[in-house]
């Protein structure tokens, strides 16, 4: 019994005696407490203004929200309006502050016209648009162009108002 205490006590003062060590002497915890004394400050040294009413970061942009621009029957040009300059200003401003933001354009058609010609239809669109876009400073890396063709109407395309709804291409921020 005598030898089991005596292990027992060596063990617990070896772990005390390490324990110590480590944290004072490897780790630097056990140093005396330092006094720091500072400057007084003079009022000639203050800030003459209210710092804290100033914001310390940026404001971030908001995502603008997507673009609709609609098309004539088995057209693809696009004429820029006040519109598209707004949402141009505000996603080139978005744009600038993401970098791993990107201008998402999709062509989209009506369902008249076969599937190959709709999809290059739908292309055609959106690189109309992309060419806007370029030519406003937008760099070509910072855009995705894709046709959906007529695989996603917006509208039914049994109607002449439906189908005019889904000759567009939609503007969009992705991440």
Known sequence: MKILIIGFLALFGWSALSTHFYVCKIKGFCREPVTVVSNVVK?????????????????????PESMLIYFAFDKSEFNSGTISDSYLNESNKYLDQNRQAKLSI????????????????????????QSYFESKGIPTNRIIVESRGKKEPADNNNTTKGRANNRRTVITIKH
């Open 43 to 63: 009022p000639e040294m203050a800030i003459p203004h209210d710092s804290l009413s100033k914001p310390l970061v940026v404001e971030q942009e908001a995502v």
């Open 106 to 129: 999709t062509g989209h058609t009506d369902a008249i016209g076969s599937d190959e010609y709709n999809q290059a239809l739908g292309f055609r669109r959106a690189q109309s648009v």
